[in-house]
């Protein structure tokens, strides 16, 4: 199982970037997917997830409004379509996976995540 995050980068304030998280090893709409970041200094926290069931998604509220999370199953891909980005959405992205379906007060929690890609960079400057 391997999932790897790619799209970040350094973008100003107010700009837009698109993650894009590929899966390997598994099939995508058997499994849920978190979008999580970490700033430096600060804990690794939940940004946003999608349920295999297809039900609604779930977001952080720091980004409602502003992210959108969508699955492609035929690509085997996740994306995190930020808009509006703020310089405190600085942080390093990852993208993980588990084949629970977690519920709203559940999804946010690292240890609930079964599998990890590595992460990539997204800097906004003001």
């Known amino acids: 199982v391997q999932l790897q995050a790619s799209g970040g980068g350094l973008v100003q304030s107010g700009g837009s970037l698109r993650l894009s998280c590929v899966v390997s090893?598994?099939?995508?709409?058997?499994?849920?997917i978190g979008w999580f970041r970490q700033a430096p200094g600060k804990e690794r926290e939940g940004v946003s997830y999608?349920?295999?069931?297809?039900?609604?998604?779930f977001y952080a509220n720091s980004v409602k409004g502003r992210f959108t999370i969508s699955g492609d199953n035929a690509k085997n891909t996740v994306y995190l379509q930020m808009n509006s980005l703020k310089p405190e959405d600085t942080a390093v992205y990852y993208c993980?996976?588990?084949?629970?379906?977690?519920?709203?007060?559940?999804?946010?929690?690292?240890?609930?995540?079964?599998?990890w890609g590595e992460g990539t960079l997204v800097t906004v400057s003001s």
């Open positions: 090893g598994f099939t995508l709409y058997r499994y849920s």
């Open positions: 999608i349920r295999n069931s297809g039900a609604s998604p």
């Open positions: 993980a996976a588990t084949p629970k379906r977690l519920i709203a007060s559940e999804w946010a929690r690292e240890r609930n995540m079964d599998y």
